[in-house]
C-alpha cells in the first residue's frame, strides 16, 4: 500500500509563496511515473476541490482560481510532486492534499497539510 506524506504548509502572508510537497513511499520509481498526480484542498465548510492536475505525460490542468499563481511539477526518479504556490491570497487558506490516481483502487492520498493565508 503506497504512502503519500505532504510537507511545506503553514502560515504565509497575502502576496507570499510556500512550496508543497509530496513524497511517496512504499511503490517502486517506475510504477510512480504512470500516476496522474494532483494536489486538491478543502477549505472550511466547502467541498475538496481539485487545485492542480499532472498527467504521466506531464500534461496539466489548474483550476481557474489559481491559474498563473500555482506550479505543479513531478520528479519521477524521488517519487516526489509539488505544487508552488505564488501571490497567495486569503482565500487559499485550506487543508491540501496530494493525490495519485491510476484508477480503479489505484487512488491514494496524503493526509494532508494546512495552509494559511493572513496577516
Known amino acids: 500500500q503506497a504512502q503519500l506524506v505532504e510537507s511545506g504548509g503553514g502560515l504565509v502572508q497575502p502576496g507570499g509563496s510556500l512550496r508543497l510537497s509530496c513524497r511517496a513511499s512504499?511503490?517502486?520509481?517506475?510504477?510512480?511515473?504512470?500516476?496522474?498526480v494532483a494536489w486538491y484542498r478543502q477549505a472550511p465548510g466547502k467541498q475538496r476541490e481539485a487545485v492542480a492536475t499532472?498527467?504521466?505525460?506531464?500534461?496539466?490542468n489548474y483550476a481557474d482560481p489559481v491559474k498563473g499563481r500555482f506550479t505543479i511539477s513531478r520528479d519521477n526518479s524521488k517519487k516526489m510532486l509539488f505544487l508552488e504556490m505564488n501571490s497567495l491570497k486569503p482565500e487559499d487558506t485550506a487543508v491540501y492534499y496530494c493525490?495519485?490516481?491510476?484508477?480503479?483502487?489505484?487512488?491514494?492520498w496524503g493526509q494532508g497539510i494546512q495552509v494559511t493565508v493572513s496577516s
Open positions: 499532472m498527467t504521466d505525460r506531464r500534461s496539466t
Open positions: 493525490n495519485l490516481d491510476r484508477g480503479g483502487s489505484d487512488d491514494y
Open positions: 512504499r511503490m517502486i520509481t517506475s510504477t510512480f511515473s504512470m500516476f496522474d
